[in-house]
């Protein structure tokens, strides 16, 4: 298990755009304007196989669960190249969807240039926009890591999400996710 950084793409970048297929249950295309919630977004970048993710996922659907009825818009995306990782494909997507209960929607970025636009490095990697779309948080969810012994509690990334919603100072001290690196296709 590679322990990857996140590359900590510069706060007050806009979001980037994406035109992606969901593969929960509406398999439906969408931008993030259409997935943008009132008050903020939170994209993050997960994959199924990583035991990174599995180690959060609880966690992150709790979070999801939390904030999206609060203005949070809600969005996954896997970015992995799924030819020398087929565990990651499109199909067992809406599997791992299902099986978690996501209520939000899970995009197959195929082509990886969504994951290249954010500077997406590992999963999870968790990138948090305001109501202007500007990048407010990137990092961890919290300290927790696979048999670190650290509970997860999602303070870091709850701790941002409510700067936005109570109109907080989000602390620009933030630290890296670790986890699994994004599986880049070879050309």
């Not at 969807?97 to 996501?102: G, L, W």
Request: with cysteine; proline share 6%; net charge negative.
């Amino acid at each position: 298990m590679a322990r990857t950084p996140s590359n900590m793409l510069k706060l007050g970048t806009t979001a980037p755009e994406f035109y992606l297929k969901d593969t929960t249950y509406n398999k439906k295309w969408f931008t993030f304007a259409d997935l943008k919630g009132e008050k903020g977004t939170l994209v993050f970048f997960i994959c199924n196989h990583c035991p990174f993710v599995h180690h959060v996922i609880e966690e992150v659907v709790r979070i999801a669960n939390d904030y999206r009825v609060q203005g949070i818009g809600i969005i996954a995306i896997s970015s992995n190249d799924v030819v020398n990782y087929p565990q990651d494909g499109p199909e067992l997507m809406t599997e791992f969807a299902f099986e978690n209960n996501f209520e939000f929607p899970y995009l197959f970025d195929i082509t990886q240039e969504v994951a290249k636009a954010y500077d997406a490095a590992c999963t999870p990697d968790f990138y948090l926009f305001d109501n202007q779309n500007k990048l407010v948080y990137r990092g961890q969810l919290d300290d927790s890591r696979p048999g670190n012994g650290i509970p997860l509690s999602g303070s870091d990334l709850r701790g941002a999400i409510d700067g936005i919603l109570y109109n907080r100072s989000i602390n620009p001290d933030q630290k890296p996710s670790i986890g699994c690196n994004i599986k880049w296709k070879t050309v």
